[in-house]
């Protein structure tokens, strides 16, 4: 059995808001796994919610660059949040999303080219490591492209123009009217940006995680007593509910909280006369899916994309 230490039942709390006994409870029936351990306390009730948050923040900052129909994110993560806001820290997370988006978000390309003076972005990194006494590493990097159309961009906690916490690409295919199609575009990237969809549309969310949100849902049904029958129209029921909260096209709009995006982007249509579709999105935030207890790396990009 892993040792459940005061952190791991003070991360556990923060994710569900569960009490600290069921918590330490849970982390012991789940050998200190932290999803499993989630997953416990809802199968039991004692779950008063599973944020969609990533796993213990590292720091750093998330990069933006977006230009017409094309956009990148960067994700540089440093050990304290003051170097997060040093400034030749923050040019340098700058110049990285400016490259990756001529990089189409390849880190290994990006990593390996020049940022000035002939010197890599690695090199340069190394340089900027050994100037501030910080280990500082480059986690990870995207782009995204349309045709025709435009990318959006948005960045919540801003430290600087196009420099936050989190940052929102969201790119939009139409023949519409560029400048109106961006402001549209923004306010899409500001609801991902609250809203944490999951997936684009229903059939591009992860097996696995539609898996999990069943088994969790067919424990709880169980605990009605009910028939089979019965229980399994309360499965669908509850799975129709997690859709809805999942998927970008279904969630509703966060700007006027009655209007499922699918149809903020049927109206906007309409009203710019073009049809409208949204081609995909990413959203990264500083330290997602990092934890810190054994050094694991459970992020990757939040994305979805609807074709090429």
Known sequence: MANVTSSMV??????TGAGMMDCKAALGATDGNLEA????????GLA??????????????IGVAARGDAGALVEINS??????????????????AELALVMEGDVEKLVAHPLGDGVSVQETLTQLVAKIGENL??????????????????????VAPDLGKMGVLVALRSTADATKLTALGKQI???????APLALTREQLAPD????????????????????TVIEKMIEGRMRKFYEEAVLLSQIFVIDQETPIAKVVEKAAQDLGAPIEIAGFYRFAVGEGIDKGDGG??????????GS
């Open 189 to 195: 990237a500001m609801h991902i940006a609250a809203a």
């Open 209 to 228: 995680i539609v898996a999990r949100e069943r088994d969790v849902q067919r424990e709880l049904a169980r605990q009605s007593g009910k028939p089979e």
């Open 297 to 306: 790396d459970f992020a990757g990009e939040v994305k979805a994309m609807a």
């Open 10 to 15: 003070k991360e556990l709390r923060d994710k």
């Open 37 to 44: 351990s989630v997953d416990w306390l809802r199968k039991k």
């Open 48 to 61: 008063k919610a599973a944020k969609k948050a990533g796993r213990l923040a590292a720091e750093g900052l």
């Open 79 to 96: 050990e304290t949040d003051f170097v997060a806001r040093n400034d030749q820290f923050k040019d340098f997370v700058k110049r990285a």
């Open 137 to 158: 590493t480059i986690r990870r990097a995207t782009a995204i492209a349309v045709s025709p159309g435009i990318v959006a961009s948005y960045v919540h906690n801003a």
